[in-house]
């Protein structure tokens, strides 16, 4: 296999390296391969990744949001780019895990709203919207056109979507990480990073908000405690119930992505049983938001 198809050769092969380098690889990538890469005394990460227009993944825009972000003081440095790859300055730090987040919420928090309002002050050229229910609605026509075994339920999740963007309402704009996984935020020891820009785009700061009480499986009290510490405010119903809907919908649109990826994705992930899961908790979190409806 030739540089440019084996993902490692590729990262071996970059012209910044000062000599012999031998990436090693970095688990926990569905969208992209990556690679730890020694060179020079120093550590960096090579991502290599081509665009995916199934799922809206455009790496021009991936580059202009890491840039933007390690300006803004959130993330790593770009150290080189070139079609289909990024390499980035190495975080010497431990990723964190679900239970990390729950016990440092105030920090986490504080830390995606400065992504959300520092990054776009340095953002330059075309940026994406990444609005979650344009993305079930598009991700629906794909899986409709490629047989998904689960075309069946198509008619569902798209009322599910229509009543869902309804309760959400008028939303405000910042510029989303729209992937906010334990995995994605590093602790060096003295501050908390950022990383892993794909699905970057504006978008109402609830889907993030969202994707974090998900993700790393808030209870009732520390929901309210994120939507506080970010808005400044008391919770009332009215935005736990619209909080609720974003969630639901983040949800909706993480099944949908992995049905998605059943039918196109080339990364060795099984992607049905991602689907499975998924589907069960979008399951319970819709219950949640019909609970809510009727007060």
């Given at each position: 296999?030739?540089?440019?198809g084996?993902?490692?050769?590729?990262?071996?092969?970059?012209?910044?390296?000062?000599?012999?380098?031998?990436?090693?690889?970095?688990?926990?990538?569905?969208t992209?391969?990556n690679?730890?890469?020694?060179?020079?005394?120093?550590?960096?990460?090579?991502?290599?990744g081509?665009?995916?227009?199934?799922?809206?993944v455009m790496?021009?825009?991936?580059?202009?949001?890491?840039?933007?972000?390690?300006?803004?003081?959130?993330?790593?440095?770009?150290?080189?780019a070139e079609p289909?790859?990024?390499?980035?300055?190495?975080?010497?730090?431990?990723?964190?895990?679900?239970?990390?987040?729950?016990?440092?919420?105030?920090?986490?928090?504080?830390?995606?709203?400065?992504?959300?309002?520092?990054?776009?002050?340095?953002?330059?050229?075309?940026?994406?919207?990444?609005?979650?229910f344009?993305v079930?609605r598009?991700?629906?026509?794909?899986?409709?056109e490629?047989?998904?075994?689960?075309?069946?339920?198509?008619?569902?999740?798209?009322?599910?979507a229509?009543?869902l963007?309804?309760?959400v309402?008028?939303?405000?704009l910042v510029?989303?990480?729209?992937?906010?996984?334990?995995?994605?935020?590093?602790?060096?020891?003295?501050?908390?990073?950022?990383?892993?820009?794909?699905?970057?785009?504006?978008?109402s700061?609830?889907?993030?908000?969202g994707?974090?009480?998900?993700?790393?499986?808030?209870?009732?009290?520390?929901?309210?405690?994120v939507l506080?510490l970010y808005?400044?405010?008391?919770?009332?119903?009215?935005?736990?119930?619209?909080?609720?809907?974003?969630?639901?919908?983040s949800?909706?649109?993480?099944?949908?992505?992995?049905?998605?990826?059943e039918l196109?994705?080339?990364?060795?992930?099984?992607?049905?049983?991602?689907?499975?899961e998924?589907?069960?908790?979008?399951?319970?979190?819709?219950?949640?938001?019909?609970?809510?409806?009727?007060?």
């Open positions: 296999m030739t540089a440019s084996d993902p490692r050769a590729r990262a071996a092969s970059l012209s910044i390296w000062r000599g012999p380098v031998a990436p090693e690889p970095l688990g926990g990538g569905i992209n391969t690679f730890l890469v020694q060179d020079g005394g120093r550590r960096y990460v090579v991502r290599v081509e665009d995916i227009p199934v799922h809206g790496r021009f825009n991936e580059l202009a949001a890491s840039r933007a972000a390690h300006a803004a003081g959130i993330s790593p440095a770009v150290v080189h289909g790859i990024l390499v980035l300055e190495h975080i010497e730090g431990r990723t964190l895990e679900p239970e990390d987040v729950r016990a440092r919420l105030e920090q986490v928090v504080a830390l995606v709203h400065r992504a959300h309002h520092e990054i776009p002050k340095h953002l330059r050229g075309p940026a994406l919207v990444f609005w979650v344009h079930v598009d991700y629906a026509h794909t899986l409709e490629g047989g998904s075994r689960l075309r069946h339920r198509l008619p569902e999740f798209l009322a599910m229509e009543r963007e309804k309760a309402g008028a939303v405000e510029y989303g990480h729209n992937d906010l996984l334990a995995a994605n935020l590093i602790d060096d020891g003295s501050r908390l990073w950022l990383i892993d820009w794909d699905y970057a785009g504006f978008n700061p609830l889907f993030d908000l994707g974090l009480v998900s993700n790393n499986e808030l209870c009732a009290a520390e929901r309210d405690r506080e808005f400044d405010r008391p919770v009332n119903d009215g935005l736990r119930r619209r909080a609720q809907a974003m969630l639901t919908a949800l909706l649109r993480e099944s949908m992505w992995s049905m998605v990826s196109h994705s080339r990364i060795a992930f099984d992607f049905r049983a991602y689907t499975e998924n589907l069960a908790r979008l399951a319970r979190a819709f219950e949640e938001f019909e609970e809510m409806e009727r007060g």
